[in-house]
């Protein structure tokens, strides 16, 4: 069959219902050769997060935060007010092994079923 242009074009009739951001978890450490801070980090996730939020205002929002879990959960719960206001932290399990720092396979696939167990027991 033919495929048209209007076959790819989407219009949100809805917003999403779970937005899952994740940082941290791409290119090992490269951020900090960039000359990034954590604080930068947690600033630029703070942002995306209300981006994400005005977006989808009835979405619940997952923050990943890679290796820094602990130090950014406290921080985005103080920000955010945690699970009562619809904020997330969840610690997922990845390494960074795969070529240039990037996640394997199996590292991927591993923090793919710790997502979704974690939004089944805390979401759903």
Not at 22 to 38: I, K, P, V
Not at 63 to 74: D, N, R, W
């Amino acid at each position: 069959p033919e495929v048209t242009s209007e076959d790819y074009k989407y219009t949100p009739e809805r917003t999403a219902d779970i937005v899952v951001i994740e940082l941290l978890s791409n290119d090992g450490a490269n951020w900090r050769d960039a000359g990034l801070t954590l604080e930068d980090i947690f600033t630029k996730g703070i942002e995306l997060a209300e981006m994400a939020k005005e977006a989808n205002p009835n979405a619940k929002l997952i923050f990943s935060p890679g290796a820094y879990y602990k130090l950014f959960e406290t921080r985005y719960n103080e920000k955010f007010g945690g699970s009562d206001n619809g904020y997330y932290c969840v610690d997922l399990p990845m390494d960074t092994a795969g070529k240039a720092g990037h996640p394997t396979v199996e590292g991927q696939t591993s923090a793919k079923d710790a997502l979704v167990d974690f939004i089944k027991e805390n979401i759903l």
